[in-house]
């Protein structure tokens, strides 16, 4: 089984699951998951964890990422892109850069969001764009996103390029929805590409069929990350004889059985160089816990 997680470039009229179901026919596995929905019309960075990087699907969900995107003023649709059946035009008169900057700009911290009907979020069991689907409205929460920041790459009305670092849950088509309702011209988003989810950037990403042809001539292994490398920011420890055999049962280690540490999260590896897993300072008990294990009994045992 190949366990690691590949940066695959996701081109436009893919889903994300499409994508999982062809990389499970080109590596023949069935264990991958994504880790993020893109919507069809988007491209751009998706890394899809195989193997036991499952694990840290979740992990990679809650990062941060960057967007590039094309807002349409003057045009609102059902799902918030231009994909979607127009609901209103307006023509763009009397609005200047300057108030189209400043409301943008106006977005960056903390803001409530409320998630679109045309989304995966589940009400009740059932998906949103599912009920959408079927002419219904349900009613939505508002979620708190935050936005870093947004740099403005250009503004040609009625369309302005900009390029947003935002917090997991940001819907980026809603964003250009809001900007569109505060500038009482209506808005849409027209394009948009993820350049960047946590480590993962879009110079490295690979597309699907540079996957395949990889794989035929095989050299997979040169486009997966390993899973360890997703925590290279904590201390590497390494554990051996009765320790070790409390780590491959994922049970707390004592502070004062490893090498000396200041950080709150280390990696912990075992004598051969096994990557056993993520272990987190209880400084109440003066010892690390379990927070994820990556190192199977089938490994220990071969």
């Keep these: 089984m190949i366990n690691g997680i590949l940066n695959v470039y996701k081109e436009k009229g893919f889903t994300s699951h499409d994508v999982v179901a062809k990389l499970r026919g080109i590596v023949g596995q069935k264990k991958i998951g994504h880790t993020g929905t893109l919507d069809p019309d988007a491209e751009g960075v998706l890394p899809v964890c195989l193997g036991k990087a499952t694990k840290v699907c979740?992990?990679?969900?809650?990062?941060?990422?960057?967007?590039?995107?094309?807002?349409?003023?003057?045009?609102?649709?059902?799902?918030?892109d231009v994909s979607g059946t127009i609901l209103d035009k307006k023509e763009i008169v009397g609005l200047t850069e300057h108030e189209v900057r400043e409301c943008i700009l106006g977005y960056i911290g903390e803001y409530e969001q409320l998630p679109p009907m045309y989304s995966a979020l589940k009400v009740n069991g059932k998906k949103l764009y599912e009920l959408a689907r079927e002419g219904k409205v349900v009613e939505r929460k508002t979620r708190k996103v935050f936005i870093h920041d947004i740099k403005i790459k250009e503004i040609c009305l009625p369309r302005v390029k900009m390029e947003v670092h935002c917090s997991k849950g940001t819907y980026i088509r809603t964003l250009c929805h809001d900007i569109g309702e505060d500038l009482n011209t209506g808005g849409c988003m027209e394009k948009l590409l993820r350049t960047k989810v946590g480590k993962f950037e879009i110079e490295d990403s690979v597309r699907l069929s540079e996957i395949q042809k990889r794989k035929e001539e095989n050299q997979l292994s040169e486009l997966i990350t390993q899973v360890d490398a997703m925590f290279c920011e904590y201390p590497k420890v390494i554990v051996k004889g009765a320790v070790a055999e409390l780590a491959y049962n994922g049970n707390p280690l004592k502070v004062n059985d490893l090498e000396k540490q200041t950080s709150d999260m280390i990696r912990v590896y075992d004598a051969l160089s096994r990557f056993i897993g993520i272990y987190k300072l209880d400084s109440h008990k003066k010892s690390y816990r379990l927070e994820k294990m990556f190192l199977d009994q089938q490994e220990l045992r071969g």
Excluded: F, N, R
């Design 58 to 80: 979740d992990m990679l969900t809650e990062t941060d990422k960057i967007y590039e995107a094309v807002l349409l003023l003057g045009v609102s649709t059902d799902t918030q």
